[in-house]
Every structure is written in C-alpha cells, then in structure tokens.
C-alpha cells in the first residue's frame, strides 16, 4: 500500500532544544525519518515524503508549504496510509500489525492524543491533525460510517518530542536513530528511581 | 494463572500532587487498584494483592512492609505473573495477550524503562524494580538462560504518575478511573497543539 510519510523539512523537533542544538535537531529528525522510511520500505509497503521544503532521500518526495492537515487531506488517496517521521521505535512487526485489519480506518494513537498512523481505506475519511486528534478522528470515522479500528502499540505510540522520549529510544531503539543518540553521547539515568537522559560532554567541547 | 498486584496503600501517586491533594490521591489509586484487579479477574485470572498496609479488598490481601523487590521476591512462585495497579488502561484483551506468549519470561516494559506487568515461568527469576527494570529484567532473564518474550502495547506501557498521564486515562480510559476523574471534573485542554488536563473548579469550592 502507499504510505504518506509528512514530514516538517524545517525547524523540526523545537521541544528538543534542551538537549540539542539546531542543527543537531535538523539531522536528528533526517535520521528519524530515514528509519520510518527504511522500516516500511522492509515491511513490503511504499513510502512517500510529503515535505514542508525539498529533500534528498532514496524515496518520492512531495513538496508541500500548507499545513499538515490541508496537505495530507490533498494528497491522500485511499487506499493509503500515513505514518509519521518521527516514530524511530517501529518495527516491520508493527507495521504488519498496522495493516493487518481490514477496517476502514485503522488508528495508532501517540502518547498525548495525536494519530501517530493509520490506514485509510474510506473515501470520505479527512484528516484533523490539529489538538487530540485521535479521538476525534474517531468520532469523525464513526460519523462518515466508516468502520474502525485501534492498534494498541507502545512503539506506534512513541513520538519522539522531548527529552523524556529519548529515553524510549535508548531502550527500546535499534536502528540508525539509536546510533545517532549514541554518537551524541546520550545515557540513561536514574535518579531517585526515575529514568532520565543524560548527555556526557563531548571529548574536544 | 495467579497473578500478583503490588499496591503501596500508604502515600501513593506522590507525584500527582500538583493535582489531586492526598485524601484524593489515596482514593484514586484504590480505583486504579480495583479496575485492574476485575479486568485480570474478568480475563479469567486470580489476582492478589501484595500490599504495604491492611487493606478492603474483594481479592485476597497480604501485607508485606518491606521494599517492592524484596517483597515480590519474597511471594513469586513460578508460574506466576505480577501487573502493576497503576494500568486502568488495561483490557481484558492487552491481558490476554500477556498470557499468550509461553516464553519463560514475558515482559511489559512501561514507559520511562519500568516494568509494568510481567509473566515468570522460570524458577531462578527474581524482580529488580529500581531503577530501567525493563533492560534490567531482560539482562537478568538472558543471564539465567530464560526464554524472554516482549509485549508491545500502550495500554500496559502507561502507569499512571504524574499529570500528564492522566492525558491517557481520559481519551482511552473506560472503567471506573476514568468515571472518578469525570467526578474529579478533569478534562483535556489543548494549548498551542499540545493536550494537557485541566481541572474545572467544583461548584461548592
């Protein structure tokens, strides 16, 4: 199936800006975007960027300036699918599940309210990103008369925003976003029982 | 299968406290408690709880004083699982799936590196919850020669701790928590794109 990958080509990844600087928050979210695309292409499906700004990548890129929501709904074209970029714990296995039922709109909810991803095999369905747009991609699936169903995924939930998420990816992480972490010197740190993300000074810093 | 439920009956959810005072706290984990006790009971399971203090249970009750580790340590008797009674998010579904694996260790990581539920079938396993459990226990269940199988699921990976869990309990929450926090007057706010919890002031505050 295509898959619609959006992904925002500038100033990315604001809410990291305690741990990283612009720049490193700029390739942090290529190397995010690279292991969605690269987990999905092995997973037998076919993604597509969808850019806020030219791109280099081994995939189709789409550039569009708009708004999330205006430029997903324009280019969808069910049957499809569209996952975030910024989802470095998935695995085939969870794109397998993602796809495995038939319902009309599947929806993997992310910690914090938002759709994360999901296939869309309604002609009618719209995407609203905007707020807790997973209940109300819910409420608007029920409302068109489209059939729906929830992929219940740690891993599908975990959109890596802020510094507390970086914490699923040092445990949870394999691919190209976990080496990159690693390369900056990011560790786990626990303190008073909580689990934190520390970052060791760099060694000519 | 029997199943041990950890309960820290005196000063629990500390960390809550921006939100609910402690006479609420106190009753909002007894909730918790009594929401995941009827789903692993209604999943076809004999819950008992492992509690710090006498406590009002339906489901059999032993105090043990002593620290977490040391005290499920102390009552683990392969085969036997331990779920945390912080999940009201989880089903009878997501405990299904628990049980479902046949590995010698079957592990939930929750969010932040804990363990929030686990199954143990092999005799020399012993918990460690200080600290990234879920790595921990992984390792530990490696070195013993165990069998280890890891549920992905976010329904198990939300313990609910601080405020912005609560996020979860209310777009995904179904039992009796999520009625207490409808009672509490608790509703999702969303501020610049991102969904927090509010709380509406009580008519007779």
Do not use: C
Request: proline residues 7%; glycine residues 6%; charged residues 30%.
């Amino acid at each position: 199936m295509r898959v619609l990958v959006p992904f925002a080509a500038e100033h990315p990844k604001t809410r990291l800006d305690d741990i990283f600087d612009p720049r490193e928050r700029h390739a942090f979210a290529r190397v995010m975007l690279r292991d969605v695309l690269r987990t999905l292409d092995e997973a037998g499906h076919s993604p597509e960027v969808l850019s806020t700004a030219p791109l280099d990548s081994r995939m189709p890129v789409t550039v569009d300036e708009r708004p999330l929501s205006t430029a997903v709904n324009d280019a969808l074209d069910p049957p499809m699918a569209v996952v975030m970029a910024d989802l470095p714990l998935v695995t085939p296995e969870v794109v397998s599940e993602l796809f495995s039922s038939a319902a009309d709109v599947v929806l993997a909810p992310g910690r914090g309210g938002g759709t994360n991803a999901m296939v869309v095999r309604h002609p009618d369905f719209r995407v609203d990103y905007h707020g807790a747009s997973y209940p109300d991609h819910r409420e608007h699936a029920r409302a068109i008369g489209a059939s729906i169903e929830t992929v219940d995924s740690h891993r599908l939930a975990t959109d890596i925003d802020e510094r507390a998420d970086l914490v699923e990816v040092l445990i949870h992480g394999t691919g190209e976003t976990r080496a990159w972490l690693d390369e900056a010197r990011l560790e786990l740190e626990t303190t008073g029982g909580r689990v934190r993300v520390s970052r060791e000074a760099s060694e000519d810093g």
